[in-house]
Antibody, heavy 118, light 109 residues
Framework: QVQLVQSGSELKKPGASVKVSCKAS????????LNWVRQAPGQGLEWMGW????????TYAQGFTGRFVFSLDTSVSTAYLQISSLKAEDTAVYYC???????????WGQGTLVTVSS | QSALTQPASVSGSPGQSITISCTGT?????????VSWYQQHPGKAPKLIIY???NRPSGVPDRFSGSKSGNTASLTISGLQGEDEADYYC?????????FGGGTKLTVL
């Protein structure tokens, strides 16, 4: 069965960087785009962008350019989200999600809580 | 890109039906068939329950149905059950990106 397994919670200080992983299994990794979605505490879902798992080309939503980087390691079927120069407002749960059609996310990782605090 | 508009909360009694609306524009909900709905229980990842406006993934009960009219999509849950109490989010494709609604908290009384 399709599974997306994300790395564990992170506690970081402002200004630091963090790298969240999302390991896929149960399907042919290059065939489906992977998206990243942010959910701040008590808030709704916010689409961050996606990465083409075949070409590695990332696309970023407005508000997620500059400090946010999507990448892949196809040899281990894993996508990564790196956030640099962390701010308190980056505190959130970050999800990866597989896109099966167009903007249709059928499988989600369990989420990774990133807490930014001094 | 502005978020799609959903009511903050809805409620219903077991066995009743409720409908959650999701209003966008002709550039998103009204312009494409790629409208999805997700159910999220507290502390859990979202779960796809409706895609392409009205299609249900395998395993989703037929109590859940979706529709669209103009720029507004709707999720209807019939025969409400206690386990349906959750947050619900709509989403739509729009010009190379995806936009979510603000979410609706469903309370089963």
């Amino acid at each position: 069965q399709v599974q997306l397994v994300q790395s564990g919670s992170e506690l970081k200080k402002p200004g630091a960087s963090v790298k969240v992983s999302c390991k896929a299994s149960g399907y042919t990794f290059p065939n489906y785009a992977l998206n990243w979605v942010r959910q701040a505490p008590g808030q709704g879902l916010e689409w961050m962008g996606w990465i083409d798992a075949n070409t590695g080309k990332p696309t970023y939503a407005q508000g997620f350019t500059g400090r946010f980087v999507f990448s892949l390691d196809t040899s281990v079927s894993t996508a990564y989200l790196q956030i640099s120069s962390l701010k308190a407002e980056d505190t959130a749960v970050y999800y990866c999600a597989r896109d099966i059609v167009v903007a249709t996310f059928d499988s989600w990782g369990q989420g990774t809580l990133v807490t930014v605090s001094s | 890109q502005s978020a799609l508009t959903q009511p903050a909360s809805v409620s219903g009694s077991p066995g009743q039906s409720i409908t959650i609306s999701c209003t966008g524009t002709s550039s998103d909900v009204g312009g494409y068939k790629y409208v999805s709905w997700y159910q999220q229980h507290p502390g859990k990842a979202p779960k796809l329950i409706i895609y392409e406006v009205s299609n249900r993934p395998s395993g989703v009960p037929d109590r859940f149905s979706g529709s669209k009219s103009g720029n507004t999509a709707s999720l209807t849950i019939s025969g409400l059950q206690g386990e349906d109490e959750a947050d619900y989010y709509c989403s739509s494709y729009t010009s190379g990106s995806t936009v979510f609604g603000g979410g609706t908290k469903l309370t089963v009384l």
